[in-house]
């Protein structure tokens, strides 16, 4: 099957994209959650009982983004949004920037981006991406910043914009997520309901896998060079 002209696209990626560039993932063996509580690094609770922890947390996670490249996996996403053009969009729970590096540009990050801060008293946001004092201060109004990331118990950023493209979608892409946290986990079936070709790419089952029109198990690296070329 082959994406027609002015068919919709929307592409979910997760953790598993970056995987191949070196970024650990959350869920997988060795990945963060098994290293870190969420409730003490991913939560606003935790950052308000210790911001400079958190912060710790994240001052990691920019340094190991700092030195990662994009992979075929993230390549392969720019050129199917150079092949499908304005219908196509891109949307991660990555906070990293791997996309952007790729040349992805009609993108969306729901969990929002680690390189950018945000001053908890007058809101600003910025990109930074040098390295952090333990607790870092707001240039402007000498506010405490956070990172300008999604925690526990927030709202996702874009989600109105991202529920309008999925009601009109005729294709869903789901990659290296696994399908585990809401909203995005519901993705696949608001795709469907929609009446989307359902397309999942990951290298081990995913909660969203079965309701997939196909499951392809394999890398993303490995998976999306092929699967892209193929569909035009
Ligand atoms: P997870 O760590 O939950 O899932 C990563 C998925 O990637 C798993 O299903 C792996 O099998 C798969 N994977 C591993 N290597 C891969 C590869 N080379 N190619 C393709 N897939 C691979 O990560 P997410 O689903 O992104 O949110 O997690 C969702 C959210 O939970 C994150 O955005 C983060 C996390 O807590 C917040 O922090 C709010
Ligand atoms: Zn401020």
Same mark, same amino acid.
């Given at each position: 099957? %082959?994406? !027609?002209?002015?068919?919709?696209?929307?592409?979910?990626?997760? $953790?598993?994209? +970056?995987? =191949? +560039?070196?970024?650990?993932?959350?869920?997988?063996?060795?990945?963060?959650?098994? %290293?870190?509580?969420?409730?003490?690094?991913?939560?606003?609770?935790?950052?308000? $009982?210790?911001?400079? !922890?958190?912060?710790?947390? /994240?001052?990691?996670?920019?340094?190991?983004?700092?030195?990662?490249?994009?992979?075929?996996?993230?390549?392969?996403?720019?050129?199917? *949004? %150079?092949? @499908?053009? *304005? !219908?196509?969009?891109?949307?991660?729970?990555?906070?990293?920037?791997?996309? =952007?590096? $790729?040349? +992805?540009?009609?993108?969306?990050?729901?969990?929002?981006?680690?390189?950018?801060?945000?001053?908890?008293?007058?809101?600003?946001?910025?990109?930074?991406?040098?390295?952090?004092? =333990? #607790?870092?201060?707001?240039?402007?109004?000498?506010?405490?910043?956070?990172?300008?990331? @999604?925690?526990?118990?927030?709202?996702?950023?874009?989600?109105?914009?991202?529920?309008?493209?999925?009601?009109?979608?005729?294709?869903?892409? $789901?990659?290296?997520? +696994?399908?585990?946290? /809401?909203?995005?986990?519901?993705?696949?079936?608001?795709?469907?309901?929609?009446?989307?070709?359902?397309?999942? @790419?990951?290298?081990?089952?995913?909660?969203?896998?079965?309701?997939? #029109?196909?499951?392809?198990?394999?890398?993303?690296?490995?998976?999306?060079?092929?699967?892209?070329?193929?569909?035009?």
């Amino acid at each position: 099957m %082959r994406i !027609g002209k002015g068919e919709r696209v929307v592409v979910l990626t997760g $953790a598993g994209i +970056s995987a =191949e +560039s070196g970024i650990p993932t959350f869920r997988d063996a060795g990945g963060l959650w098994e %290293r870190f509580r969420i409730e003490d690094v991913a939560t606003p609770e935790g950052f308000a $009982a210790d911001p400079v !922890g958190v912060w710790r947390f /994240y001052s990691q996670r920019r340094r190991e983004m700092r030195r990662a490249v994009p992979n075929p996996g993230h390549l392969a996403l720019a050129e199917m *949004e %150079r092949r @499908v053009g *304005e !219908g196509f969009t891109l949307v991660t729970q990555n906070v990293d920037d791997l996309h =952007e590096k $790729a040349g +992805s540009e009609r993108l969306l990050h729901m969990h929002g981006e680690i390189l950018k801060v945000r001053c908890l008293a007058c809101g600003a946001v910025a990109h930074d991406e040098t390295d952090l004092p =333990e #607790d870092p201060r707001c240039g402007k109004c000498g506010g405490r910043l956070r990172p300008h990331v @999604v925690w526990f118990g927030e709202v996702p950023f874009h989600l109105p914009e991202i529920l309008g493209l999925l009601r009109s979608c005729d294709w869903f892409l $789901a990659v290296g997520t +696994s399908g585990t946290v /809401y909203p995005a986990a519901q993705f696949i079936q608001l795709a469907r309901d929609a009446g989307a070709r359902t397309v999942v @790419v990951n290298p081990d089952p995913t909660a969203a896998s079965p309701h997939a #029109d196909r499951f392809i198990c394999q890398k993303a690296g490995a998976a999306l060079p092929g699967l892209v070329a193929s569909l035009f």
